[in-house]
């Protein structure tokens, strides 16, 4: 069945600490997303890939970081120098390349919950 | 202010009917989504509708759209314990200013459900 797998499903860090969190999709998605979502907050978009080797910021990147080296994979670090870093984390990947017609289907991973100790 | 707002609770019946609301800012959007959340898990999609329809049914839901008022209604039918979960409402647009070449999706708060035997 294709998909996206995000790892690990939960995740404790230490303050100070970098963490990487995973998200491989094999739904041959041209595109994929990392948005952070948080109670009462709704979703907010991280960073975002429309290609491999390609990315860019959302409107919350301060403190995180991504690559995009193979079609399948965009992993997300979220760095020391994210002050709030406790929350879920949601990887998505759609199909669609460039806007202008047809709808923009979002599917989503199971998501990561951090927590900072 | 934001792009997309909605109510954050909404409670009924198990067997009534639910009628989540939403609205949006921007008059070019194209495509307007609704994705349930359940708990601890990431997103799914329910339905979505192109801007220039104003109503969708798939089995138990119906989605009306009222363009020049800039509002998206999700009406659930005989709502069961098992639809309890968050909501979220989004739209894509392909205004210059918002980068949207992408088609990304612009995610209201999510509205959470609880239904009540």
């Known amino acids: 069945d294709g998909g996206i797998t995000q790892s690990p499903k939960y995740l404790f860090r230490k303050e100070g600490q970098n963490v990487t969190l995973s998200c491989e999709q094999n739904?041959?998605?041209?595109?994929m997303y990392w948005y952070r979502q948080d109670p009462g907050q709704g979703l907010r978009l991280i960073y975002y890939?429309?290609?491999?080797?390609?990315?860019q910021k959302g409107d919350i990147a301060e403190g995180y970081s991504v690559s995009r080296e193979k079609k399948e994979s965009f992993p997300l670090t979220v760095t020391s120098a994210q002050k709030n870093p406790t929350a879920f984390y949601l990887c998505?990947?759609?199909?669609?390349?460039?806007?202008?017609?047809?709808?923009?289907?979002?599917?989503f991973g199971a998501g990561s919950r951090l927590t900072v100790l | 202010g934001e792009d997309v707002e909605q109510s954050l609770f909404l409670s009924v019946r198990e067997g009534d009917s639910s009628v989540i609301n939403c609205t949006y800012t921007?008059?070019?959007?194209?495509?307007l989504y609704w994705y349930k959340q359940e708990p601890g898990a990431g997103l799914q999609l329910l339905t979505y509708?192109?801007?220039?329809?104003d109503m969708k049914q798939d089995q138990r839901l119906t989605v009306l759209l009222n363009k020049k008022d800039k509002h998206l209604s999700l009406r659930i039918a005989d709502t069961q314990t098992g639809d309890s979960a968050i909501y979220f409402c989004?739209?894509?647009?392909?205004?210059?200013?918002?980068?949207?070449?992408?088609?990304?999706?612009?995610f209201g708060r999510g509205t959470q459900l609880t239904v009540w035997p």
């Open positions: 998505a990947s759609s199909a669609k390349f460039q806007g202008g017609s047809g709808a923009n289907v979002l599917t």
């Open positions: 739904l041959n998605h041209d595109a």
């Open positions: 890939s429309q290609i491999v080797n390609d990315f």
């Open positions: 921007d008059s070019s959007s194209t495509y």
């Open positions: 509708i192109f801007s220039n329809m």
């Open positions: 989004a739209e894509t647009s392909h205004r210059a200013d918002r980068g949207s070449t992408l088609g990304r999706l612009y």
